[in-house]
Nanobody, 126 residues
Framework: QVQLVESGGGLVQAGGSLRLSCAASGRTFSRSAMGWFRQAPGKGREFVAGISGTGGSTYYADSVKGRFTISRDNAKNTVYLQMNSLKPEDTAVYYC???????????????????WGQGTQVTVSS
């Protein structure tokens, strides 16, 4: 029943920055860990970043570590992904995802998330 809506995608040149937002509704936001995933054309969906229910723990894919930052504002029921030093290989549809209520620990497996947003396109030109 949870609904997730992503925003903030767009076209940016290599080296630039974007901030994605994901607004959640339908269940207690702080009781679910959240994640960002992405899917490039012709490729499978992959984990990008995750954050625990309280925001106290984060985890990143090696490909984005040091460039991307995930954060959350539980008062606003919103999770963010700040993307800096963007590369053409970051081009993908980015999805916000939530774990079931009560699952507050970050995990990387797609099957451990039960709610997904519609996705937002990020295109990085060279």
């Amino acid at each position: 029943q949870v609904q997730l809506v992503e925003s903030g995608g767009g076209l940016v040149q290599a080296g630039g920055s974007l901030r994605l937002s994901c607004a959640a509704s339908g269940r207690t936001f702080s009781r679910s860990a959240m994640g960002w995933f992405r899917q490039a054309p012709g490729k499978g969906r992959e984990f990008v970043a995750g954050i625990s229910g309280t925001g106290g723990s984060t985890y990143y894919a090696d490909s984005v570590k040091g460039r991307f930052t995930i954060s959350r504002d539980n008062a606003k029921n919103t999770v963010y992904l700040q993307m800096n030093s963007l590369k053409p290989e970051d081009t993908a549809v980015y999805y916000c995802a939530a774990r079931p209520v009560g699952r507050t620990i970050v995990v990387v497996a797609i099957k451990e998330y039960d709610a997904w947003g519609q996705g937002t396109q990020v295109t990085v030109s060279s």
